[in-house]
C-alpha cells in the first residue's frame, strides 16, 4: 500500500506522465472541458474537494517553472495560489480557456468559487548537493 502522497490511482497515473513544458490545469467545477481531453475528474459534489487542497496535493508533487491565472479570480483564490508559493501570471479568462487543448492533463475539482483554475506549467527538478531533486 502506498505509504503517503495522491492516493487517486487515476490522477497519479497522469502526474506520472509528465514531462518538462507539460500544461496541467486544475480547474474548478464549472471550467468547460474538452470533450475528449485527458481529465481526471475529481469531483464528488459541488465544494468537494476544493480546489486549494487539490493544488497543495498537486504542487508536493510536481516542479512547477510557470503558472497562469484569470485576471477574474478574486482574492480568496489568489490567496489559494500564494499559500502554494505561485505566482500566476494572469491573463484573461478565455485566453486561459484556449490552453485546455493543449494540456497533458485535466484535474476537475468540485470547487466552486468563480475563477478558481490555474494552468501549471511542469519544470525539471533542481538536483540538490545531495544530486537529489530539492
Known amino acids: 500500500m502506498k ?57 508536493a508533487e ?17 490567496g489559494w495560489f500564494e499559500a502554494g508559493g505561485l505566482a500566476p501570471v494572469r491573463i484573461e479568462h478565455e485566453e486561459l480557456k484556449s490552453m485546455l487543448p493543449q494540456a497533458a492533463l485535466i484535474i476537475r475539482t468540485g470547487e466552486a468559487t468563480p475563477f478558481a483554475n490555474v494552468v501549471l506549467r511542469c519544470g525539471v527538478p533542481v538536483p540538490s548537493a545531495s544530486g537529489q531533486p530539492a
Open 3 to 59: 505509504k503517503n502522497g495522491i492516493l487517486n490511482p487515476a490522477l497519479n497515473a497522469g502526474l506520472s506522465r509528465l514531462g518538462e513544458g507539460h500544461l496541467v490545469v486544475i480547474a474548478d467545477c464549472g471550467l468547460p472541458l474538452p470533450a475528449d481531453g485527458p481529465v481526471v475528474d475529481l469531483s464528488l459534489v459541488r465544494g468537494v474537494p476544493r480546489f486549494a487542497d487539490v493544488l497543495e496535493a498537486v504542487l
Open 62 to 78: 510536481l516542479e512547477i517553472e510557470a503558472s497562469f491565472a484569470a485576471t477574474e479570480a478574486g482574492a480568496e483564490v489568489g
